[in-house]
């Protein structure tokens, strides 16, 4: 018998074509992805028929931890108005913040400092839960620090120790001042509502009118009264339209 | 395919390099796109959360809507919700308490608590409780049979409606569909009822909108939320006395 002869095959594999299709892929998700937008609580919303989604551009989030912290943020458009003005996030955000403070100094009296890189950090922060007078305080923190102080991590540490977990967040307490109209009350959470409402963004305004500009998102766990006190407030600043985020439940598979 | 071949020619040259064939290896480069993949995949969110709309009366226009209520009695529902919760704070169940038109608050003089009607009228106002469950079978249970049979009329209409669209040959889209459905659900010529939504504040944020749910649901157009006013309550601590079952009785 013949001896069969094996003919050596190299065991290498070519990857390139592995290569072309794995970059295709990664090109695809890097286009398509919206990231998760980092919030300092993590709330299960409840569930529910309806499929109207949630907007990304012109939009007012207003989170409510189940613990009754109120967290506000805005988004900005990304492209210009009717009016031809173009309000991108970076603006409203700073916008805002510089009425928001300005409204609070004219009603309490109080005198809130704001500078450039307060402004700055405040423009990339995509939820804020800080007393107006305590945002000078806030921002003399560590970036990460700020992060972990509005998830109610490290509170009693740092700039801020004095304030308590359950005071992280927008404070819902009656401010009382006086106008030419006579004695009235706000809180901070009015403030801010009404700051970016005002702020001049026209398509915000006309989307928070709609209802469609403010989103109020709460845990499905937190007991109605929590959720009450933000909606309620929003009803006293005429803001009675609004949209609660909910997730998607398909009524057929029940 | 990632080599180049390059052929021999010529002879050999005396001190020439040997001749290597250039072959890139490809592995690393795809590890390292994997993980990107994998970085990309973990970090997007491809479902979007939904909203639900929902317009609240403003603060001062609440006297005139109170008035209007009153006038249409006989289609009003109101809804009272609670939660119970275990000792973690999770909501174990939430329950739907209900009554149609005025409520019904004769006291027995013998137990001093809301006694038992004497009339079919009456008996309307008298609370009962019920819970939020699913359709079984396509069949309504539990507090959307109570809102379906309120809003049957309307409901039965719809379902007209979408046999005409089911319908081989209908040219009907999907658009004119939705519009004519609207139409429908707030055609006043039609009985429908007005449904008010009190949360005690104890109940879950999630009870509040698998309510708000049931509205859309069963096509109501109608329906506010209120407060939980101690009206309220008295009746609803009334119920939960006699029924201990359904849940403490509140603070």
New interface residues.
Partial sequence: MGKVKMKRKST?I??????DV??L??TF??L?????QKEPVTVV??????????PDTDVVNVLVS?KGNVFVGATGSIAAGDDGVFWSTDTLRRVALQLAVSDFNAKTGKRVQLTEPMIEEFAKMNMFGVPIERIPDFFAKNSGDRDDWLSGKNVGQGPLADVKETEVGIPLTPISYTDQEGPKETNEFQIWMRAYHNAGSDMLTKAMKS??GI?V?????????T??DV?DN???I?M??????????N?ET? | ??EIQQKETGKKKKGAQKKMDI?V???P??DM??L??SF??L???M?????????????EKKENLEKTNEAKDSEAVTIY?T?QYDDD???VDNTVFYYFGMPYVEVDEATGRIGTPTSESKAQGVVKAEKFL??DHGIQQGIRKVLHDRNSEVLSRIDELKKEKLRPGSQMTDEEYTARVREISKDSTISRPVVIIK????????????T??EM??NAISRYQ?E?FGGMDSLLLNDFLVKNPEYGQPLR
């Fill in positions: 290498r070519d990857m390139t074509a592995m290569s794995t970059v892929l990664l998700f890097m398509t992805s919206t990231f998760l919303t409840p569930a529910s028929v309806s499929e109207i989604k949630v189940p209802g469609k989103a998102k709460a845990d499905h766990n937190s007991a109605y009264e959720v009450h909606l929003l009803q006293t005429h009675n339209r609004f949209s609660v985020m909910t997730s998607l439940k009524l029940e | 395919m990632a072959h290896d490809f592995t480069m795809v796109n994997m990107l993949i990309f995949m970090c997007t969110t479902i979007k959360s939904q909203t639900l709309n929902i317009s609240l009366p403003s603060n919700l939660t704070h999770n909501v699913s359709n949360a005690t504040p104890d109940a879950s944020w999630e009870s509040v909108i698998t708000l749910d859309q649901i939320l407060n």
